[in-house]
Structure formats: C-alpha cells, structure tokens
C-alpha cells in the first residue's frame, strides 16, 4: 500500500504537541474539582462520624391529636402517663440535646418522643376533614391525629356482647412535613393502639392478648458453595468501581479527542484540505479511529496496570487480557466517536450528540454491577457487557478466554460496521462540505410532480391526525379545567361537613365506571344545591367563553376582541341584532322544551303537582338560572362557534358539523341511566343547532336555545337535564310508574327518550327547508 | 436594561429558530431520563432473572385457605404463582444444581409446612384455634411458612421481602377470621386501622416514593441542569467567540455587561425551563409506574407539597447561575476550544459520580456539605424530597450560591475588560 | 486537461444554482471564471475539486472522473479556497511535513521544495511560527505553498487574491504565471477584473449559474463593442441577469 504513510502521518499527528503540552486547566474547574473532593470527604465521614448532627433536629413535633376520643382511650392515655412522665425525666430538656448527651449519639425518632408525647382532645363528627385535622396538628404541634368513631366503646362493647360482627375503624392522619411522621404513625398503630387494644381486652376479661396461630421464617437458600467466590471488599471493587472507572477514561479521553478530529477540522475549515489528499477515505477515517484509539488507551492501561498491581496477585497474563478487552472496547467506542464526529460539523455539537452515547455505556456498567452468581453467562460473549464482566474477572484472576474471543468479534464487527458507514458517509456532500444537496433522481421526481414521497404523506396524516387531536381534545381540556377549578373551593368546603364523610366512606365500594358515574352525579347533584358552586361554575363558564374568543385569534390580547369574537360565532356589531336573535332562541327554546313535556303529557307519561318554589330558595334558584346562560353559550361556543368553523375551514362544512354532533352526543352521553338512543337523540339535537347555526351565521340563537332549553328544563318542570338532577323548579313534575323508559329516557332526562326525538326530527325539517330556502334566495 | 432584553430575546430566537434544537435541549435529555428511569428496574430483572413478567412464586403445598386468599386479592396478583405438591417439589430439589440456578434466577419458594404429615396446614391452625377456645392458654402451633429465597442476592432478599410484607402478613392476619371458628369474634383484632382512608394512603405512598426519589431526582436533575449549561455556553460563548461573533457583538455600542447578562439570562431561562420539564416527566413517571418493584427508582406516588416544590423551583435557577458563571469563567480564561471542552466536561463526571453517591448513601448529610457550592443543592433537594429541610438551609444554600456565582461572573468580566 | 460537460447542480428542489455549464481548460492555460458573487462560482470550483458531486452532468479531469479515480485526481491537483483555512495551533513547517506525508512525497524530494516555496514566498523566517500568530497575507502564501506541495499538473484557485494587500498579489499572479510557463493547467476564480485580466488566456463570464460569455479578454471586448473589459463586462451581465 503506497499511502500507509498518510495513515502514519495522520495517527502521527495526534501525538504531535500543538503549542503547548497537554491540556489547560481553569481555575473554575480546580474549584469546582476541590468542591467534589470536599463533598465526597464529607459523604464519607457521614458514615463513620460520632457526633450528633443536632441542627437536623429540633423542629419535630410529638403531640397526638385524638379526635371523638372514648371514655377507654382517655384513661388509657392517663394511665400511660406515668411511664411518659419517667421517660421524659430520664431524657431531661426536649430541645437541649447537649443536656443529654449519652442518649442523643444514637439519636432516634420514636413515636412518643422520648416521653414528650401529650394528647389533645377534639371531637368532630367529620371523619374525613383532613383540612381541619391538619390545623389541628399544626396548632397543637402533633404529628398525627387519631379518629375514632363517635360510638367507639358502644360498637366494641356490642362486638363482644356477640351483637354485631363490624369491627369499628379508627383513622389516623399524620403531618406531610417530614417523612419520619410516616414511620412514628406506623409505631404509634402497631405499639401504642396495639397496648390500648390489650387494656381494652383486659376488661372484658380476654386474657389472651395475642394469637400465633403461624409463623413466616426467612429461609435464605445458598446458591453458591462458600468457596466458590471470595467476597472480599476487593474482588468487589474490582467487579465494580474499577471497570466503571476504566470505561469512563475510556469514553472521556475518546469523547474529548474523537469528536474534535473530524467535527473541529470541519469548524476551522481544514477538512477539505485532508480531503482532497490523494488519500482513500477509509485511510482517513482508520487515521483518525487509531490515533484516537492510542490516546486513550494510555491512560486507562496505566489505570488497569495500577488497579490489577493492588490486587496484590499480578498475573501477566489476565494484564495482557485486560489489555485486550480495554483495546476492544475503546475501538468500539472510538468508531462510536468518529461517527457522531463525520455526522456533525462543529465541536460542540458532536459532543452534544456523544454525550447520551456516555450516558448509555455508563448505565449499561451500573446495570453490570451484580454478582456472580447472579449473571448469566451469555453476557460474557455480549459486547460492552462482555469487557465489563471480562475486565472484573481477570482483576479477579481469572480470564474465560471462550468469553475474551467471543465478545472481542462481536464488538469488533459492531465496529467495523459502524466504521463502513462513517466512510460511506465520508463520501456523501452532507457530511464533507456541510451542505445539503439533492440528487438527480429526487428532481425528475418533483418536476414530473409524481406521486409524493412517503414522507410528505406521512407528513400530511400526521398532521391531519395532529388537527383533529387537537381540536377533539381541547374541549376537553378546556372544560375539565375550568370544572376542576371552579370545584376545588366547593370540595374543599363540604370537606368540613359531617355528612361528607358517608359519601367518602362510600367510595371504598365503588367497583365499575357505572358505580363511579353514579356517586359522580349523586354528588354533582348536591352541589347544584349550592349557591357557592352555582355561582363559581358561572364564572368558570365565563372563563371557558372568554378562552375560547381570545384561543379564536391565537394571541392572548385584548386587542380586535371583537374581530376575534365574531370568528367564533359571537358577531357584537348591533345590539338590537343581538336581542332579536337571543329573545327569539329563548322562545324556541322553551317551545322546543314545552313541546317535549307536551308530549309526555299527552302520552301519559308524565303529570304535575302543583308548584314548587318557596322563598327559601328563591335565592338560590336565581342562581341556577344565571349559571344556565353562560353554561349553554360555553356549549355553544365550544361545539359549533369554534369547532364547526375550525373544521370547516380546513376540511368540508358538513364533516365540521359531524364531528361536532358525535363530540357533542359523546360528551354529553357519560351521564347516569345513559341509553344507545339519548346518544343519538343528542346527536340530531347537535345536528340541529348546527343547521340553526349556519342560518343565523351567529350563535346567539342556539346559545339562547341551549340556555332555554336547560332552563326549563331542570327549573321550571324539574326534569334531569342528561342525567343531572335540577334541584329548584317551579313546577314539580313526577312521572307515573307506569311510564316508558323508552319515551320519557328514564333516569337520563328526557334527551334519552323518543318525545325528543321526535321534536327535534320536527324542528329538523323545519330548519332545513329554511336553510334551503336561504340558499335559494342567495343565489 | 432594554440592551439586556435585546440580546436575550436573540438568543431565544436563535434557540427556537430550529425545532431540532429545542427537542434536543427540552425534551430529549428529559424524555431519555425518563425511560432510562423506566427501564432500568426492567433491566436489572431481566438480568437477574432472565424475564420481565412477573416474578414467580412457587408454592408448596398451599392449603385451600391461600390459594382463595390469591384468587381473591388483587394485591396478591403481582406475583405469578406455580402451585405444586410437596412430592413434587422433592423432585425438583433432587437435583440440586438445576434447583440452584432456578433460585439464582429469582424464583421465590414458598412452603406451607404444617409440622404433622398427616394434617393440612389450614387443619392444624383451625385446631389451635379449637383449643384456644376451649382454654388451652399453652397450645401451640406449628404451622409455619418458610419463604426461601437466594442468599447471595439482594434483589431476591428485597423481593422475598415484599411478598412477605405485603402477601403473607396479611394473608396470615386474615387467619383468624377465615379459620378461627368461634374464637374468630373474641381472638381477633377489637377494631381496625385505616381500612380505607385514601389521605393516609396517599402520605404512605409520598412516603415511599419520595424516599427512593431523594435518591434519584436531585442527581439527574444536577447532571440534566448541568449538560444544558455546558452545551449552551459552549456555544452563546466559546463558539460564538471562535466564530468572531462575539467580537461584532461586542463592537456595538451596548455595554460588554448588557451583552453577557443577556446572554446569562437566556441560558438561566431556557435550562430552568428544560429542568422542570425534566421535573415534570419524572412526576408523571413516578405516577405511571404502579409496579412498584423493589428495585423501582421512582415508585409510585411521588409528590412535593407546595412549599417544598417552591424551594426546589427557586434553587434550579440559582444553580443553574453558579454553574454558568463557572462554565463562563473556564471559557474566559482559555483559549483553545479543546481545552475549554475537556474543563467543561471534566465537571459532569463529577456531577455523575455525586449522582452515583447519592444513590448508595443512605446517611444525612453532615453540616460542612451545605457550604459546598452546587453539591449542597444536591443535599437541598434531597432533603426537601424527604421533606426535612430546614429553613435555614434553605437561606443559607441560596445565598451561598448566588453570591459565589456573582462574585466568579464579577472577578471573571472585570479580568476580561483589563484585557 | 479539464472538461466540464453540461453541468448542473440544485441545492433544493426548485432552484438550480448551475445551469448546464461546459467548458475546457487546456495544458498550460489560465482559464478564469468571472462572475458576481452568487453566480456560482464557488460551486462550480467545488465541484470541479472533487468536493461535491453535479447533480447531472460530467466533470473529466485529464481524462479521469471522480466516480472511478477520485484519488488519482486528488494527486493532480492542488485547490485553494479564499478562506484561508489552516490549523491555528500548528506552525508552516509541520502543516508541510504532515501534507507531505498525505500526499506520498518521496523525502529526498521534500527538503528541496519546501527550500523552493518557502523561499519564493518568504515564509521560512516563520517556518515555526504558530499559524495563528502569523498575518492574513503571510496565511494565504503557506496555503497556497500546501495547496501546491505535490507539485499538481492542474491548479483551481478560488479567489486567490482576495482580502490580500497589493504587494502580496503581485507576489501570487507572478507565481500563477510561472506556473502556467511550466505548463499546468490553471482555473481560477475572481470577481476582480484586473486579475483576470492580466492573468487570464481565456475567460467565462458566469451570471444566474450559466456562462453568459466566453473568450479572450479581447474577444469579448470586441463581442460586445464595449470601451474596455470592465465595461463588456457590465453589458453582459445586464444582458444576460433575469430578476
């Protein structure tokens, strides 16, 4: 071969001094170096270090809050007194840790503080009030509060009297502002209540305190003969600390000359010179590999030379094995690095794109650290498993010479693979030159404006598919969000009631969606009796409006608000429009609605009873009807002002209105008593304000529909609205018990019954035959 | 003041100018941890134990009483159990080599031994109960439940753990009521502890999670702020000072301060912002991962409350400073690239080594470790994961770190207009 | 000794940056590419250098191409760009030593060309300067002294004398026309009239990627009728420039 000079001359090079020798260091570094050397001495000392670390200390609390305590607990607890009081002698100042010196070496927490435990009484009939509990602890400097049914010593004296079979529960509640709180709960269950328990027992003349009736033993199986392996601290780091070392001098020195050959000639330009050297590509690309093999291999032989002479049973032989799995492993990672070098054009990025490559080899290493015993035998033969095993062992005097050939092919080969792609691309324009190009063939294609590629399709389906997401989704998100919102304060303040608490304890039955659906709307449905969430939900409704108009133009100004309000189907340019359209779609509404009821009436469905409104919740029915107005324009505008025109804008009008019906009908159909007809009822009620929608070119009307609709409804005939019980109305409506589920939707409301149906396919016709009648006169 | 803002919003600028850049800053570092976090209790079962399902229990002899407590308990589904008589099992430890290395593959034993040949185990604790109730205050029981598990590994001691801990104890506390006869009404419990009480629950959850997380998050938190930091004064300083831009910068009639406080803030804003993502993704994957393996690194039920998500929030960015203002300084002071890159990077290894550290260290940090500059951030976090930080600690780390970066960025650009 | 036949080169899909270019340069000619910037000049010397491939079209070089004999190319000739790109750490001296050694010089050989090319350009008082200490002229004289170190038959220099004093050039064009009384083939770049002209035996005139004109500094006066070259020069890129 003429030109294994230029091989000679470029690995040469590597080693020539280029200015000054070695490397510079900072003074920033040398800080920062000292810092971690300091840190790692001080982690170090944590293990063996004698005194008490007393500033950790001194702000944890011991006091118990007991709430609803029983007459038992309470002399229990003055009973232990005495012990506590002797305890907390012994123990002196509870904040003076030097007082007391001998005790606090060994420093603990424990679950009654050293005697300092005291016991503060509340009662509450509130068992899930964590709020409460919590400034309860606070206030008091307790860590945990025990709550014991009202009842507790009735329901234990029944238990025993043979009267009952329930079990009374007691529920602690500890503080979050340490974890230690978690385990002093765990003591306090399994010692003190244990204690309780006996004393409770005691009296009712139990004198069998406890039961073994069986017992767990630990049977440790030894997988390996004693002799087999010496687990010396030694042998273990040689498994462990030295590989890992090795491999990170290995992928340090290789990143930080690696990436700088091809990538850093690229920045500063010299590349091309190289190039167009009568040299082969794979010369220079073997140039580069060797020269970055041999700097880096230097140090960590002297590594595995210093390590393997400490083992103090220097073997030349496993050495020169050691030698050969570093040699492996660092052409391995050298290829790695002349690779990302080709692929990037500056320093800085190459390294950025090696620096997960580190991070993975390193990983791999940690995952290596197990015994023995333990790993299987075939990742001797892997790579980069197979050096980490290989080079443990032979520390460890052994070499599987099997293990040495088979993982050293199989690394190699990796690298000679990753070597024939690094010098095809060193033939390639984009990797030489940094420039993109395109070929022959790719421009006949688009001149001949072919099929697409299958990128630009996959591009288009994504893209699609990311529109359609996005819009289905935020609805979605938009609501869930300001619901959650709004709901918080209301949770939080009926987490204080007693009656709460059933509602949670209820919970813990709950099994299928059904189950949840049901509690969901059980709940809800005492809310809407709360001028709290009424008025909080108005106002998340207003949100949910006002997001939407400004989300129409994309920026968050209040700048073209009106521009941004009409897109989304809200037109503010006449008042009297406005009115017109509005005043009308309260009318429709309440006709449509009326119409319904009229139905059921006349089938015999339904009948009323008088009214119902008294002046007691005049207040809050007038709330509930504000919170319809802008609960149906939020509906609207989410459903046909933004949706429709989004849709329509990119794909066809009428996919935009079916999209909306079955998010409409969908939305709507995770209701209670849910039935396959209220879906599609609710679709052709969407269908039908979206016909009414581009009929008026404004959705005043339908969100005056959809309020009306609402309204009268759940206030004014007392009907569910899709499952959610209306608490206020004006007429009090019941239905017969010979009525059909079927027309009157039974628990869903009237949407999930053939009366609706059959008004909406009614009003259906009509607005279609008006749209037809619009188009006409356009044209 | 309006100078600053100029410069930093061009580095945004250029920052978002190409979208493979800001996944590669934002998301890619953060999304890589996170499966990494994910798959690296994978891993290590894979490798102990040659599989990624369940782990296997095989049971000898079990008496009706466990195999309706198994088919009952959705807790008890976590493990896989092989049901097989005591014959049978006799059989499989004959030989003693291939029983060997089923057990170095992490299969738990365990055997029902109820101490008589002819008796069941249920049998002889239903008549230890006859006999308690009869007044037999001596009798005793001989049922026992050996778990065997592989005495050279900790995985396996770790697992045997958690299938005693949270199958057998209960399976054995419930005992009482499924074989206790009569005795089952006086003998067992007089009342129960938190049966169902999700806010206990939920703190024993962040009590679990968050113990493994103070092992976990600050590091790669650490080594995430402190790669962002690297790469991008790599190249808002050294690069741009090779390239000669920093020199056209610097000719503009804005102050070199404006200029570098610009760039400062950018790269503040931009790598706090990548390391809450990071925040973020590893919440979500402590709240995906309901497996809760021993070896999980973040288990279920990670959470921070308000107060303790405000300190680690705040002290991302005051890191995040000192780490710039160390990186600026090494690029100030040098001037071969390469030279810049090794000092630059020489800093990682160690953040990976505290990381490492952090993992295995199980004792508080003494008192000296909070005057140490960006390790006490690692010590500050993790204390504030296990919920025990200390206000004072807090001041302390924060104005340790703030000052000490002010004062290296005031040294290093005082240096530099001397030049 | 080079042909260039109908090349062209697009960098994306709806523009091309070459449009169907053909022309030859003979043994011991100065052929000159003019033409503003933008026209493809530097596409054009890149791609005949070998560094990049023509989208369509052919490129022989003394009757090689790059597909067959990229490396026996690389040997015949010797390409210099206008950036000067030269390790900054390394001195002139071990930058010759190295480029020797890739380009297979025989030793006996190396010591009397490095005396020739330092000498002629005075580099050998800064033989072991670091490159980043020396000046800008002083950079383009030991670039253009490697460019030329195995002693190519054909010669592409882009923009030889750009961003150089007066002095200097003079120094380099005297060089250029040694050379071509040796009789290597010469192709260079400029957008600088007076080098093309007193260097040139043939010139192309590139505007928007394609040769709008070719010939003799005198042909192509008399061509457009123009005073002198630099106004022919203008005709014919008004004549021939479309917005």
Known sequence: MESTRGLKAIIGNFFRKKGQMGAQASSATFLVTVCFVIALACAAASFVIWWFPYHLFSDEVYNVVVVNAPESFVQFNEDTQKYRDMEAREYGDRYNYFANWEHMTHFEYSYDGYGWTEFIYKETDARYDFVTFGEWMRDNDAYLTVVFPADFDEQIKARQEGLTEDKPEVLTYYRTNSLEYSDMKNEFIDEYLEYYQSSIRAEYGITVTSVSDSQIVHDPIPTIDEDDDRFTIGANLNRTFVPILLF???????????????????????????????????????????????????????????????????????????????????????????????????????????????????????????????????????????????????????????????????????????????????????????????????????????????????????????????????????????????????????????????????????????????????????????????????????????????????????????????????????????????????????????????????????????????????????????????????????????????????????????????????????????????????????????????????????????????????????????????????????????????????????????????????????????????????? | MRKIITVFKWEINKLFSSWKRTVTLFLLPAILLMAALNIFPLLINYMSTGSISKHQVTVVAAPASFRKYVEENVDARVFDYDFITYKEFSEMTEDRESFRKQIRKGMLVCYFASGDASKDFDQVVSEYYEEVSAGNRSAISDATIFVGYDENSITSEARAEQFIEGILKKYQDGLIDTLGGDYSVVGSSLFETDTFNPVTDFEDYRTVANTAAARVVPGVLLIMMYYCVYSLVSDMFASERDRGFMAKLLMTPVKPKHIYAGKILAINVIVSAATYVTMLLLFFSSWINRSNDAMSLLPFGMMLTPSELLIVVFAVPVTVLLMTAVCISTVFQLERMQDITVNLQLP???????????????????????????????ALIAETFMAQNKAWHVILIYLLNLGLALLILRVTFRKEERK | MIRVMDVHKSYTKDKETIKGVSFEVKKGEIFGLLGPNGAGKTTLMQMIATLMKPTSGMIVIDGLTAEKDLLEIHKRIGFLTNEIKLDPLSTPNRLFDFFAELYDIPKEQLYQRRKESFDRFGIAPFADKRINELSTGMKQKISIAISLIHNPPIIIFDEPTNGLDILTSKQVTDYLLDLKEQGHAIILSTHIFSVAEALCDEIAILVDGKIAAQGSVKELVDQTGAENFEKAFFKIYVDNHVE
Not at chain 1, 526 to 541: A, N, S
Not at chain 1, 550 to 565: E, L, N, T
Not at chain 1, 722 to 749: C, E, H, P, Q, W
């Open chain 1, 248 to 779: 990170i001098v290995l992928l340090y020195a290789s990143m930080s000359t690696g990436t700088n050959v091809i990538a850093g000639q690229k920045e500063r330009g010299t590349f091309t010179g190289i190039l167009l050297t009568p040299m082969p590509r794979q010369h220079i690309a073997l140039g580069y590999l060797t020269g970055v093999v041999l700097k880096a291999i230097i140090p960590a032989a002297v590594i595995a030379l210093i390590a393997s002479i400490l083992t103090f049973r220097f073997n030349i032989f496993c050495f020169l094995a050691i030698l050969v799995y570093l040699l492996v492993l660092e052409i391995f990672i050298a290829s790695i690095t002349i690779l990302i070098s080709v692929i990037n054009d500056t320093v800085v990025s190459a390294q950025t794109a090696f620096l997960p490559v580190f991070l993975i080899l390193v990983s791999v290493c940690v995952t290596c650290i197990q015994s023995v015993s333990e790993r299987s035998d075939f990742y001797l033969y892997l790579p980069v498993h197979g050096q980490f095993y290989g080079i443990g062992d032979a520390l460890n005097g052994s070499v599987d010479a099997a293990g040495l050939a088979a993982s050293s092919i199989l690394t190699l080969t990796l690298t000679a693979i990753i070597m024939i792609i690094t010098v095809k691309l060193l033939y390639h324009e984009r990797y030489t030159v940094s420039i993109d190009t395109i070929t022959e063939k790719e421009i006949r294609e688009s001149r001949n404006g072919g099929k697409p590629s299958f990128l630009t399709k996959l591009n288009k389906a994504t893209d699609n598919f990311s529109f359609v997401i996005t819009e289905v989704f935020y609805p979605l998100v938009v609501l869930s969000f300001y619901q959650f919102v709004a709901m918080i304060p209301v949770v939080i303040s009926y987490m204080r009631k007693a009656e709460w608490s059933s509602y949670i304890q209820d919970l813990a039955n709950v099994g299928s969606v059904k189950d949840i659906i049901n509690k969901t709307f059980e709940i809800i449905g005492i809310f809407f009796k709360d001028p709290l969430y009424l008025t909080l939900m108005t106002v998340g409704y207003i949100a949910i409006i006002l997001t939407y108009i400004f989300h129409a133009g994309r920026v968050w100004k209040i700048k073209g608000f009106k521009k941004k309000s009409a897109a989304v189907g809200y037109p503010l340019s006449s008042g009297k429009h406005i009115a017109k359209h509005y005043f009308l779609g309260l009318i429709i509404g309440f006709a449509m609605l009326s119409a319904t009821v009229g139905v059921m009436y006349l089938t015999g469905q339904i009948s009323f009873d008088g009214f119902n409104l008294n002046s007691a919740s005049i207040g809050v029915f007038a709330l509930n009807l504000l919170m319809w107005v802008p609960q149906g324009a939020s509906e609207e505008i989410m459903f046909r002002g933004y949706m429709i025109t989004a849709f329509s804008r990119r794909y066809k009008k009428a996919i935009g209105v079916a999209v909306s019906a079955v998010l409409f009908s969908a939305f709507h159909s995770l209701n209670k008593g849910y039935t396959p007809l209220a879906s599609v009822n609710l679709a052709l009620i969407a269908v039908l304000f979206a016909l009414i929608y581009l009929l008026t070119d404004d959705i005043w009307m339908t969100s005056a529909i959809h309020t009306a609709w609402n309204l009268t409804q759940g206030n004014i005939y007392g009907l569910q609205v899709s499952g959610n019980n209306a608490a206020n109305s004006v007429i009090k409506t019941f239905y017969y018990n010979s009525s059909s589920a079927l027309i009157t939707g039974g628990d869903f409301g009237p949407e999930g019954g053939l009366a609706v149906t059959a008004v909406a396919v009614v009003c259906l016709v009509i607005v279609a035959l008006l749209l037809v009648r619009k188009k006409r006169k356009a044209k």
């Open chain 2, 348 to 378: 990682l290894i160690f953040f990976l080594g505290d990381f490492f550290l952090q993992m295995v260290r199980g004792t508080r940090p003494v008192t000296m470790e909070y005057f140490i500059p960006l390790h006490n951030t690692l």
